[in-house]
Each structure stands twice: as structure tokens, then as C-alpha cells.
């Protein structure tokens, strides 16, 4: 049993992770608190032959302390939340130069179409894999994520990476992975019988092996 | 506490309205909303597909529908004198009201039956014969908002039937109008509906 | 002069009594106890369809690779093939468990029951504001109910594309292998909605109109301010749903396209239509249960709710925050990013008020007189596990943290840990509670006690390592983990969760067969078992037809427990007269 | 794609009269199989009766080279195949032969058996056995899976109702039935893009599919005049007219070549034949 989030490897990973423990510390101690008092107020109030309970409607400072520390809490946790959120996905954020691939999903495979070697999708050796996601260590990615049927969404647990596809749109999603390694697109939206089974490989190259392999591909797309 | 002010003191028995009253208007509070859903999303796929839909008049009727909205507002008038009428125990009044506020409301579904009609069979759109459900948003929308609103009408008149049936044996008179507000309440929200629905359909 | 019609016509009920009929009695009663028993039988029958979907589910996820669906012969070959849940019936069961547990189970319990049962008794009135339009609304559900379970013997399955019927998935039947099944339940769904907006209708109509003399909005229990508030969000979520799945029918059906790309529709408005109704439903789900909570609790402690008026404003304000807190659910969908901003400010302050109620109940629970029966410990188990749900929200509102768990087994234990964990915890308590008002005996403590206790342990060990799960990052509604490198080694913790499900849907049969053998075997209860203030307590156990003889009278707030000026014994009913009791009570 | 509401709508209430009727099997109506058991077609053949018709189909010129499909993401089915690898099937030519053309008789027959027996399409290493099917209207189809992964099996018929199930294991098996003709219902798999097999229905008996070497053999063919006509996926449709003489052989030829490549290729209705010569010619009906 090993519960624990996967390992991180991307530049984002590490910002989402430490919140991630942050709000898991607040709310530990919150949950220490109250399940605790509940424990306790049990054992100590037990009824009790002839007792009497103390006869109180209320505390109003105790109804604005634990208003205002829990709302206090809250907006710092938010206004940190919300400044992390726009650089991760805030639109003035996108990298200008990323490496752009286009993902599209289908039920129920991803085909992504890489950029070739002149690094611009939509031209001629552009190519089109299927289920195989390949990209450079190091670099900012973007990807232009669509859908032909219904909805997907688009899952690189290890690189924090999750957003919806959603036919008849097209959402750009960057992310910058910090090593290479082996990993898996999955597809964390139902989007039929085979949604268990929509998965893809994801190959995090150094920049030198994803030429090597870009190359490698290009000549049987271009048939 | 609060309630040591009151405690013995005269009761407290809600609001000074009947209670059928309330009701209608608690209800009309959920139509608000069902109608506020289909008009939501009316503006979120024409603002989102503003190519799709025809100019004011180039599809629908704009005229017949303009007549048809004054007899539905006329009705509201004739709903008006009607429960005007049933507080004064003026029983002539109440039936020849009540009967042209039916009558009103039925010819108004009728021309929208003439309406339908006339749109499906002999209107062409987007270079398919017929203006229908499927004819791509425009239609998708025109037919479901104005279709439920017709649906409403429908349930109206109904009751309308009714309650013109009930003042020929005599049932509505000074002492017993509340059958007659409420329905009116309802009436005069089905009236206010289609002028919002004229307005953003047929003339926007 | 309404008292007086009123009056008259609870007097007209009390005589009519003797007149009626089996069928006007028991099937086509138009008495709100008859009504609220009917929907008790209805959602415990569909609470027991909806849990043994998931056993289903589970012995899918904890051995997909097994087959060997026990008794799985029984089911036709287009759910279970040579004893392997095909992948459709497992969609199929991921969907309607979500549904049945939600729209047929929970959400009619919590309100169709207890608003129905409550709202007139603890008001002091003789009936609901409108009893027929009352049977209606119970009426409207059976027709839901076929429905739903027509749905899975059509061809092609029931419906299959989650509880919160996605578009385009649930509008194109070429996409699911789902035709009929999806139109079902969305026709369904719309009989659910006639019936919620009818009862809504009646009964916030009732509670603005007919309570009893004295009963001022500040001294009405808590039970009643949230089933009040709950049927006002009911009113305006319902039809916006109903609306959307109308739409939904007309996209699968007649050919339209509002939620289809193909034909300019938006997926997206879909959601947000959904989630419209789809968030004040969560709080639907939940407000009623923490007014059975704070009753139940104050009654347990003997003593008065803490900070009751505290509790009435936060009810009010989540009421309000409920509808502008939506998109929420669609930090990943596509929406604008920036939108997504908006609403997590607006779903932390919702936060707020859930803290002030955790806190405030264990402010009533401080310097008690603790009664644990079975009530109480399942209101305060309540209290623990609604703690719980409550905080594993903080992450998902934290839109970064969302990216990562979003759609994961954490949102399934987040989403349990509030409606089993939270509205089902207080319906049990609530059932053990009012019992013997309903049927007039009580139901047994020792069998509740061991109820409680296993599904404690039970509900614990299946929720819990779900958050585990989730943080490893498995998918949502997947039929087979196994096949991904990142969800290696979560295998024993699915079956962990597997085995405790099993155990969890047996302490049920439990509980329904302490349900059932009271009913002819339990002790018989007195009117007032609990020693409870409010205005329910103070007829027999079970109360006539018409409730009372005479409208009570009400002096006092719903929940004065050891008033120091009350000798002899520890509780002040509401309709008891002060100088009567204590002349010094008269001032609380 | 999306169908018209009244068609919808019908095809509603019929499931809705066959869920009444205890359905739920995912199958159709078991009318056929009665009537299937009642003659079977074996016992109404009188041999003085009928004929046979044969022949091939050709391929002439440059056979167009097929694609390398990428089965790399499924291990277990790439391993079933040589060095090459899996090619697409589209057109496979052998010794001049084009096989997986469905032959069939599309006019002139006058009554015909019931179905009986089953048709099976399997699943092999990701691929369809056989590519092209052929069915009577109302015959069984066994469909199994002899990969131990998902596939889903999602036939998209117009005059048929459709069906869209799946198959995650090996040795799971499901029956279907088309109870229409309908040339020819597509049938593909949404988990691997490449897998695509068609089902030609139609109302009798008389039709087959050409062999790898592109020959077919249409037996038991009772005596008449018929047109004959020729499926293929990429090469649209051919007729050719053929008398069938009792205990007597038939042959009709098709002839195919790559210029032919890219031919509109009817799908689904039934086929509306003009009686044509014995010309060959290319049927566009879209």
C-alpha cells in the first residue's frame, strides 16, 4: 500500500505538489482538532445518572472567532491558490516559443500529430502517431488539445498535466517536463465502454533522441 | 433570547395572503427558472453561433406573431376584468370574461398550430425544405421556447375551461374569488413570458 | 380567519378518518405521514438497488482480471459475459449507481420523507399547505422508479454515461451502444423533477403560511430551517435541470443539436447547465441532514443548539452561495481559465459557513449530558465524517491542487465521506430518532448500536483509502486499473475497499431487518421517548390524522433543554405554557 | 449520421415492443429462428433444380502497396504477425486474385430458405476474421474475441438497428442479428482505429466472398435469370448478369484494376440495380 502522490517531473509538479501538502497539514490539524474534540466531548459529557447539562444558547465571540480564523485561512489559502493557478494556466502565461504538437482524442485512442522538423504544426511533414506521445526534456510544450467525439481529458499524472478535451474546441496546454523517462496519457473523463483502455505512452526524450526519433518517424509518414 | 419578547404574546400565523396565493407564487418562482434555463441557454448558443440564425422576419412570421401577442396581452386585460368582475359578484361579468379570456387563449394556440404548420411544411431554411426542430440551432431553440411556452398555455386554457365551466353553474362569485386571482397570477406570468419571448425570438 | 378555516378543516380530517378506504388510507392517502411512510418504504427500496450496483462495481475494480462474477448466470449475456462484467454494464452501473443513490434514494429520503413527515408536525399544523398536489408529488416518483429499472433490461443497457450525463456521451447513442436507456432516465429525471418541485411548492408554502400561533421564523427547530431552505433550492435548481434534460431528450431524439459540436451546440453549456442545478443539489443532499444533526444533537446533549441563529444564517448564506459556486466542478473542462478564478473565491467562502455549523455542533455537544443511543451516535458520526468531507474539499477548491486530483478516487471519497459519511450518517439517526413517531414502537437499541458501529468501521475503511487511491492517481470510473504503470501496487487496497464494501452493504440488512422486526416486535413507544421540546413530541406516537385536536400554542424556542428555572425535569416543550411550568420561564 | 426522428422513432417503439417482450439480450426478435428450424435450407434443395455460379475476381496492373498499421502499443497482437509486420487489408491481391469482394444476388430471386446456422466474425490479433462477412438477414452472427484485450465491436448500419459492445477479454462471446438486407453494414472497432470488417445482409442464401485468390463459389442457386452483383471497399460496386441452368456452372468475372481506386463506395441501403449487360461497370449510388 503506498499512498503517496507519483513522483514529480515537471516544472509545475512542484508548485501543485507543495500545496497539496500545505492544504494536507491545515486540514491534518483541523482534522486532529475536531474529530479529537469529538472524542473527547464523548467520553467526558457521557450522560451520567442525575447530571445536568450546562444550559448555554451560544457565544457570540466564539461564533466570530471561528468565523473569521476559518475565513482567514481560507482567503490566504485562495489568494495563493488563485496566484499559482494563472501561472499555470492563466492565458498571459503561454509560452511564446513552446514546441506545439496537436492531441486528438478519440474513443478511444490519442493521436498526436508532431510538429516535424521545422517545429510548425500544420505544415507539410507534419506526422501523426498514434497512442505514442513523444517530446523533449527540458522545453516548453504546448499542446492543442481536441477531441472528434465526446469528451476525453487529457492525464499525465506524473506530470500534473490533466485537462479536458472537448469536441468542437481547441485547448492549448503547456507544461515543461524536467526529466526523461517513460510515462502514460490517460484518459480521466468516461467517454465509453473502452475508457479504462484509452491510454497512450509518453516518451520524455533528451533533445538530441527526439530528433533522433523525429527523424526516425518522419520518413514512413511521409508515404 | 429573541423569543423571550414574544413568548404570550399574539401568534404569529405567516403572511396575511391565503395560502393558495403563496403557492402560485412559490410556484411561478420554479417557472421563472425553468424558462430562465431555456433562455440561458438560447443566448449562450446564439452568442456562441450568431451565423446560424436568420434575420428578424426572414423565417418566421414577425406580423401574425405580432397579432397573436396582442391577443395574448388582450387576455391578460379580459383575466384583469374577470377577477374584477368575481369580487363585485358580478356574474354576468365573470362568465362573459372568464369565456373571452378562454377563447383568447385558444385562438392564440391556434394561430401558433397555423404558425408551426406553415413553418415546417412550406418554409425553407439553410437549403433544407422545412423549418424544423433538427433545422440547426435557430430552429432547435424557436421550437423548444416557444413550443414550452405553448405548452403552457395549453395547461392554461385548460384550467381557463374550467373555471368558465364552474361560472356557468354559478361557482365564482364576491365570496369566492381565490380560484380565480390564482389562475389569473398564472395567466399574467404566461402573458409576460411570450412578450420576453417575442421580444428575443422574433424580434431581436 | 385562515386559523379558523384551518381549524375547521383539521377538525373535517380528524372525522374523516373513520370513512376511508384501504386505498385512500394507505395507496392515494393525501396525509403527510402516509405520504412521507410511502417514500420511506420507496427510497429504502432504492437505496438497497443502488448499493447492491456498486457491489457490482466493486468486485469489478478489486479483481478485474477474475471474472467469476458470483450468480453472474443470472444476468443476460449483454451484462455479463462468461462471468466478466462487460465494460458497458460496468458504465451502466458507475452511472446508475451515482443516479439512483442521489435522485431515488437520498435526495427523496431527506426530503420527501422527513420534509413531508416533519414540516406539519413540528409546525403544528394539520396537513401540508396543498396535500394533493402532496400525493402527487409521491405519486410522480413511482413512474420514475419504473423507469429507471425498465432502463436496464432495454437493449443496448441502461444509461452509461455518468451520473452527471456528460454531452456529447449521453446524447449520441452511436457513441455509447445506449439508446433507449439513456432516454429513460432522462425522462426520468423529469418525472423527479415535477415531483421535487411539487413538494418544494408545498412545503415552503407551508412553512410560510401555516405555522402553528407563536411559532415565529427564530422559533422554528432547525430541522425546519433547512428543510425550508432546501426546498427553496430545490424550487430554483429543479426546473434548470429539468429544462437541460429536456434538451438532452430533444438532442438524442428529434434530431436538435444543443449540446452537439456538429450542429453549433456547446458541450460546455451542458455542464453548466448541470452544474447550475448540480451544485445547489449537493447542498440539497446535505442541509436537511445537518438539521437532523443539530436536532438530534441538541436532544442527545440536553441542551440547546449552540448558536442557533448562527446556524440559521449560515443555512441562509449557503443557500445563497450555493448558486453562484458552480463552476467549480469545471476547473478542468475547457472553461476560461480566468472564470475559474471567479469561483474559487466564491466556492472558499462557502467553506465558511460549513466550519461555523462543524464547530457549533460540537460547541452543543460541549458540557452536555451525552444520550448515546443510536440517534446520537449516528449524529455525531455525522458530525466526524461530514468533518472530513468538508476538508478534503479545501482541496479541491484549491483550483492547482484540482488539476492533479481532479477526477480521481479523491473526488469519490470526498463526494462519499459528505453523502454517506454526511446525509446518510444523519438519515439513519433520523430514522432511529422518529421511529417510534412514526410507527409507535421503538426500534431495537442494541441491534441500532451494532449498526452503527459496523457501518462506522465499514464506511471508514472503504472511503478512506480511497483518498490513498486517489492521491496515486487513479482514474474515476475506469473498469480496470491494472493496466497502467502509475496505478501498480494499489491492487491489495482495492480489495481492501472491496471487502469492507461487502461489509458495509450487509450492516444494511441489519438495519432493515431492526426496520422491519420493530415494527411488529419493538417496545411501544410513549409520546415523548426522548424527553424532545418540539411540537412533534407533544401528540401521540403515532399522531392522529389531522395531527392535533387543537392547534398547540408555542411559547418557547425549539430546543430548551436544562433550563435552569425547569425543576423536576430537564426539558421545555414549546407549546408549554410558562407560568404553567415556572413562572421564571416564561422569560426564555 | 444522425438519423431522421420518425425512422428514430419507430425503430423506438420496436425496441420498446421487444423489451415487453422480455428482451434484453441484446439480439432481435427469435421469429427467424422458428422459421429457421421449420425448412432448413439443406432438406429444400431438389439438385434438378439448381445451378451454381462461380468465378473470380481479377485484379490487373500495379496493386497498390497497403499501409504498415501501428500495433506497437499492443504488444501482444504485433507479435502475431512476420517481419513486415500488420498491413492494412483494404485491397489484398494474390496471383491476380482480389479477395474479400462480396458476391452477391441483387435481383431475380423469388424465395428463399430461412437462415440457419451461424456466421462467426472473430477477432485475431487485432484484426477482423474474416474482413468481409456474409449474412442472411436474420442469421446469427457469433462474434468472439480471441485476443485477451478489449475490443469493442460498433456496427453502424442505416436500415438496422446498430450495436455498439465490447469485449474485454478473450473467449467472451456475443450473438447478434441484422434482420434487413443492407449492403453493406460497416462494423468497426473505436479501440484500435484500423480494425474495420463489413457485413453484407441480404435476403437469401446465394452470395459469398471471394478467397485469397480472388475465386468464389455460389452453390445450390435454383434456375433463372439473375444479376449478380460485386462489393468491394475500395473498388465500389460491379453487376453482371447471369443465367443459372440446372446442374449447370455459371461463371460471372469481375475485373478490378487501381484505377479504380477511390470509387464511391455505397454503404448501407440495399442496393437499387439497374439490369445492365454483362459490361462491368462501377455502381455509384451516393
Not at chain 4, 100 to 125: I, K
Request: charged share 10%.
Amino acid at each position: 500500500m503506498d499512498w503517496a502522490l507519483p513522483p514529480n517531473y515537471s516544472t509545475f509538479g512542484v508548485v501543485i505538489d507543495q500545496l497539496f501538502w500545505i492544504i494536507l497539514v491545515i486540514t491534518g490539524i483541523a482534522f486532529l482538532l475536531v474529530e479529537g474534540g469529538i472524542v473527547w466531548f464523548c467520553i467526558k459529557y457521557r450522560g451520567r445518572e442525575g447530571a445536568r447539562a450546562h444550559y448555554t444558547h451560544g457565544s457570540n465571540r466564539l461564533e466570530i472567532i471561528w468565523t473569521v480564523i476559518p475565513a482567514i485561512i481560507i482567503a490566504v489559502l485562495g489568494a495563493y491558490s488563485a496566484l499559482v493557478w494563472d501561472d499555470i494556466k492563466g492565458s498571459s502565461n503561454r509560452p511564446a516559443d513552446a514546441l506545439e504538437f496537436l492531441v486528438v482524442g478519440k474513443q478511444f485512442e490519442w493521436n498526436i500529430t508532431y510538429p516535424g522538423v521545422d517545429e510548425t504544426l500544420g505544415t507539410a511533414d507534419d506526422f501523426t502517431v498514434r497512442n505514442q506521445f513523444h517530446f523533449p526534456v527540458n522545453e516548453d510544450i504546448t499542446i492543442l488539445l481536441e477531441s472528434e467525439d465526446v469528451i476525453h481529458s487529457f492525464f499525465i499524472p506524473e506530470l500534473r498535466v490533466k485537462q479536458d478535451a472537448v469536441p468542437g474546441m481547441t485547448i492549448p496546454v503547456w507544461f515543461d517536463a524536467t526529466q526523461t523517462g517513460n510515462f502514460e496519457i490517460a484518459c480521466a473523463e468516461l467517454c465509453g465502454l473502452g475508457h479504462y483502455y484509452m491510454m497512450a505512452s509518453v516518451t520524455v526524450h533528451s533533445a538530441a533522441d527526439f530528433d533522433a526519433w523525429q527523424a526516425s518517424q518522419a520518413p514512413a509518414a511521409a508515404q | 433570547m429573541a423569543h423571550a419578547a414574544t413568548a404570550g404574546r399574539v401568534p404569529e400565523r405567516g403572511l396575511d395572503v391565503y395560502t393558495q396565493k403563496v403557492g402560485m407564487w412559490v410556484f411561478l418562482c420554479s417557472e421563472v427558472m425553468f424558462f430562465a434555463g431555456l433562455i440561458g441557454s438560447y443566448v449562450v448558443l446564439r452568442f456562441g453561433a450568431a451565423d446560424t440564425w436568420a434575420e428578424p422576419g426572414d423565417v418566421l412570421n414577425v406580423p401574425v406573431t405580432a397579432f397573436n401577442t396582442f391577443l395574448l396581452i388582450c387576455s391578460s386585460v379580459t383575466m384583469v376584468k374577470a377577477f374584477a368582475a368575481a369580487q363585485e359578484g358580478d356574474q354576468r361579468g365573470i362568465k362573459l370574461y372568464l369565456l373571452l379570456t378562454t377563447l383568447l387563449g385558444a385562438t392564440f394556440l391556434g394561430v401558433q398550430v397555423y404558425e408551426y404548420i406553415e413553418l415546417v411544411l412550406h418554409k425553407s431554411w439553410q437549403g433544407s425544405h422545412g423549418f424544423t426542430p433538427a433545422a440547426g440551432l435557430y430552429g432547435a431553440t424557436f421550437f423548444t421556447m416557444t413550443g414550452f411556452h405553448g405548452f403552457h398555455v395549453l395547461l392554461g386554457v385548460i384550467c381557463l375551461a374550467w373555471a368558465t365551466i364552474r361560472a356557468w353553474r354559478g361557482h365564482w362569485g364576491a365570496d369566492n374569488t381565490h380560484g380565480i386571482e390564482v389562475l389569473g397570477l398564472y395567466w399574467h406570468f404566461v402573458d409576460l413570458v411570450w412578450i420576453i419571448l417575442f421580444t428575443i425570438v422574433y424580434l431581436i | 380567519m385562515a386559523t379558523i378555516v384551518a381549524e375547521a378543516t383539521g377538525q373535517a380530517i380528524l372525522h374523516e378518518e373513520h370513512e376511508q378506504s384501504f386505498l385512500r388510507k394507505y395507496i392515494f392517502s393525501t396525509d403527510h405521514k402516509v405520504i412521507a411512510i410511502q417514500f420511506l418504504i420507496y427510497t429504502l427500496f432504492f437505496l438497497m438497488i443502488g448499493g447492491l450496483l456498486a457491489m457490482l462495481m466493486r468486485y469489478q475494480i478489486a479483481w478485474p482480471a477474475r471474472g467469476e462474477l458470483p450468480l453472474g448466470g443470472i444476468f443476460p449475456e449483454s451484462m455479463v459475459a462468461s462471468g466478466y462484467i462487460l465494460p458497458e454494464f460496468y458504465n451502466a452501473l458507475v452511472t446508475m449507481h451515482g443516479s439512483v443513490m442521489v435522485f431515488l434514494a437520498i435526495m427523496p429520503m431527506l426530503v420527501g420523507v422527513w420534509a413531508n413527515y416533519l414540516i406539519p408536525l413540528q409546525l403544528g399544523t394539520h396537513d401540508m399547505a396543498f396535500p394533493r398536489l402532496n400525493m402527487l408529488s409521491f405519486w410522480a416518483m413511482v413512474p420514475a422508479g419504473i423507469l429507471t429499472l425498465a432502463s436496464f433490461f432495454v437493449v443496448g443497457g441502461a444509461a452509461g454515461a455518468g451520473w452527471t450525463l456528460y454531452a456529447p456521451l449521453s446524447a449520441r447513442p452511436d457513441l455509447t451502444g445506449v439508446g433507449l436507456g439513456q432516454i429513460l432516465w432522462l425522462a426520468a429525471l423529469v418525472f423527479i423533477g415535477l415531483s421535487s418541485i411539487l413538494g418544494s411548492v408545498n412545503y415552503i408554502t407551508t412553512t410560510i403560511n401555516m405555522r402553528a400561533p407563536g411559532m415565529t421564523w427564530m422559533r422554528m427547530p432547525l430541522t425546519i430551517w433547512s428543510l425550508f431552505i432546501t426546498a427553496i433550492l430545490a424550487l430554483l435548481a429543479m426546473p434548470v435541470l429539468s429544462a437541460a434534460g429536456i434538451m438532452l431528450i430533444f438532442d438524442q431524439t428529434i434530431g436538435t443539436s444543443f449540446f452537439l459540436p456538429e450542429g453549433g451546440g456547446q458541450p460546455l453549456l451542458w455542464q453548466h447547465l448541470f452544474w447550475f442545478f448540480g451544485h445547489p443539489e449537493v447542498y440539497i443532499l446535505i442541509l436537511p441532514a445537518m438539521g437532523f444533526t443539530s436536532e438530534i444533537l441538541s436532544v442527545g446533549s440536553r441542551k440547546p443548539v449552540f448558536g442557533y441563529k448562527a446556524m440559521v444564517l449560515a443555512l441562509v448564506s449557503i443557500a445563497f452561495l450555493g448558486f453562484i459556486v458552480w463552476g467549480h466542478h469545471m476547473f478542468q473542462s475547457g472553461m476560461n481559465p480566468m472564470l475559474g478564478l471567479t469561483f474559487t473565491v466564491s466556492t472558499l467562502f462557502i467553506a465558511v459557513p460549513s466550519a461555523i455549523k462543524t464547530f457549533n455542533w460540537m460547541g452543543t455537544m460541549w458540557r452536555g449530558n451525552l444520550q448515546l443511543h443510536s440517534a446520537m451516535l449516528f449524529a455525531i458520526g455525522f458530525v466526524a465524517m461530514f468533518a472530513i468531507g468538508g476538508l478534503s474539499g479545501v482541496f479541491m477548491a484549491s483550483t492547482p491542487v484540482d488539476i492533479y486530483i481532479h477526477d480521481t478516487y479523491f473526488i469519490v471519497a470526498h463526494i462519499h465521506y459528505v453523502l454517506f459519511g454526511g446525509s446518510l450518517f444523519a438519515l439513519f439517526g433520523a430514522i432511529y430518532f422518529w421511529y417510534p413517531k412514526m410507527f409507535g414502537r421503538m426500534m431495537n437499541e442494541t441491534m441500532g448500536k451494532i449498526h452503527f458501529w459496523l457501518t462506522f468501521v465499514f464506511f471508514n475503511l472503504v472511503f478512506f483509502p480511497m483518498h490513498g487511491v486517489g492521491m496515486v492517481g487513479m482514474m474515476r470510473r475506469i473498469y480496470d486499473s491494472t493496466g497502467y504503470a502509475h496505478l501498480q501496487g494499489i491492487e491489495d487496497t482495492n480489495a481492501i475497499i472491496t471487502w469492507a464494501a461487502f461489509g458495509l452493504f450487509a450492516s444494511g440488512f441489519l438495519f432493515a431487518f431492526n426496520f422491519f422486526w420493530s415494527l411488529k416486535k419493538g417496545r411501544k413507544a410513549e409520546a415523548n421517548p426522548w424527553n424532545a421540546t418540539t411540537l412533534e413530541w407533544q401528540t401521540p406516537s403515532p399522531p392522529k390524522h389531522g395531527n392535533w385536536e387543537e392547534i398547540p400554542v408555542v411559547y418557547h424556542g425549539p430546543h430548551e433543554y436544562s433550563h435552569p428555572d425547569v425543576e423536576d425535569k430537564d426539558w421545555l416543550a414549546q407549546n408549554e405554557r410558562p407560568d404553567v411550568v415556572s413562572p421564571a420561564a416564561g422569560s426564555h | 449520421m444522425r438519423s431522421h426522428f420518425w425512422n428514430r422513432s419507430a425503430a423506438l417503439l420496436a425496441v420498446a415492443a421487444m423489451a415487453a417482450c422480455g428482451g434484453g439480450d441484446g439480439g432481435s426478435s427469435e421469429a427467424a429462428d422458428d422459421a429457421g428450424e421449420a425448412t432448413p435450407a439443406a432438406a429444400a434443395v431438389d439438385p434438378s433444380t439448381v445451378g451454381t455460379i462461380s468465378g473470380m475476381a481479377n485484379f490487373g496492373g500495379m496493386v497498390p502497396t497497403m499501409e504498415a498499421i501501428d500495433m506497437s502499443a499492443e504488444a501482444e497482437c504485433a507479435a502475431g504477425y512476420g517481419a513486415d509486420g500488420p498491413m492494412a487489408q483494404s485491397v489484398l491481391v494474390s496471383e491476380g486474385g482480389l479477395a474479400n469482394v462480396f458476391v452477391y444476388l441483387s435481383e431475380g430471386v423469388s424465395g428463399a430458405p430461412a437462415a440457419s446456422g451461424a456466421a462467426t466474425l472473430d477477432q485475431v490479433n487485432c484484426r477482423y476474421t474474416p474482413h468481409v462477412l456474409g449474412v442472411q438477414s436474420g442469421q446469427d452472427i457469433e462474434i468472439s474475441n480471441s485476443d485477451n484485450l478489449l475490443h469493442n465491436i460498433n456496427a453502424t448500419p442505416t436500415e438496422n438497428r446498430g450495436f455498439n459492445i465490447s469485449q474485454p477479454r478473450a473467449g467472451i462471446t456475443s450473438t447478434q442479428r441484422f434482420q434487413v438486407a443492407e449492403v453493406m453494414v460497416p462494423v468497426r472497432c473505436d479501440v484500435h482505429g484500423w480494425m474495420q470488417a463489413y457485413i453484407g445482409v441480404v435476403d437469401h442464401p446465394y452470395f459469398a466472398v471471394t478467397g485469397a485468390d480472388g475465386s468464389y463459389s455460389i452453390a445450390n442457386v435454383p434456375a433463372g435469370d439473375y444479376t449478380l452483383t460485386a462489393w468491394h471497399e475500395e473498388f465500389g460496386t460491379q453487376t453482371a448478369n447471369v443465367t443459372v441452368t440446372a446442374g449447370e456452372m455459371a461463371v460471372a468475372t469481375f475485373d478490378y484494376n487501381a484505377e479504380m481506386m477511390g470509387a464511391e463506395v455505397p454503404m448501407g441501403d440495399a442496393l437499387v440495380l439497374e439490369h445492365g449487360t454483362n459490361r462491368i461497370r462501377v455502381e455509384r449510388t451516393q
